[in-house]
């Protein structure tokens, strides 16, 4: 008798699943019926089809392989086959966001938003801050030029008016030496006609 777990394609989960439905061994699935088959979770038309043939194969050839001295020790011992070490699926499943994964997620967001929002807010107000010192710069800069072109016209003023001063005190001394000169001279005059 060979076990179902020898037929090629049969596992543990579904071994279990025909020896509850009655397939406790490799030859009662050789000589089941597709539709018997059918019956065990799992297993479709297709695939009964391939277990049967399969089971049909494992019972052909087991009793050839051996030789009677392994038949010996497999009589002492019950033949079980190791089903080879099946690696877990390294399917990742994808990421699902809890709810406080997904608020904290939002709150950064939020966060980076604001301090961006903030950055652009103090780079603009120090633009606008730059821009009125470069224009307070600028108007003193002419305020000064204006005050030293006022000065300079001031000076010229004053120069200007010291001249006339200077010319008129020459012109003025001339006049009264020339006035003092005339009423000496009417003086004279009166005197001679006087006389």
Do not use: G, I, N, Q
């Given at each position: 008798m060979t076990a179902v777990t020898d037929v090629n394609g049969v596992g543990e989960a579904l071994g279990q699943a025909l020896i509850a439905n009655g397939f406790k061994t490799a030859e009662a699935v050789?000589?089941?019926?597709?539709?018997?088959?059918?019956?065990?979770p799992r297993i479709g038309a297709a695939r009964a089809l391939i277990l049967i043939a399969a089971a049909k194969e494992a019972i052909a050839t087991k009793p050839a392989a051996k030789s009677s001295a392994a038949a010996k020790t497999a009589a002492?011992?019950?033949?079980?086959?190791?089903?080879?070490?099946?690696?877990?699926?390294?399917?990742?499943?994808?990421?699902?966001k809890t709810v406080a994964a997904a608020a904290a997620e939002k709150r950064a967001e939020d966060a980076a938003r604001k301090?961006?929002?903030?950055?652009?807010?103090?780079?603009?107000?120090?633009r606008k801050k730059a821009k009125a010192k470069a224009k307070a710069e600028k108007a003193a800069k002419k305020l000064q030029e204006m005050?030293?072109?006022?000065?300079?016209a001031k000076?010229?003023?004053?120069?200007?008016?010291k001249k006339k001063d200077k010319k008129s005190k020459k012109g003025g001394k001339k006049k009264d030496d020339a006035k003092k000169?005339?009423?000496?001279?009417?003086?004279?005059?009166?005197?001679?006609?006087k006389k």
């Open positions: 050789a000589s089941a019926s597709p539709d018997d088959l059918v019956k065990v002492a011992k019950p033949a079980t086959r190791r089903a080879p070490a099946r690696k877990p699926a390294t399917r990742r499943p994808a990421a699902r301090a961006a929002e903030e950055k652009a807010a103090a780079e603009a107000k120090a005050e030293a072109a006022f000065s300079k000076d010229k003023v004053k120069a200007k008016v000169d005339k009423k000496k001279d009417k003086k004279k005059d009166k005197k001679k006609t």
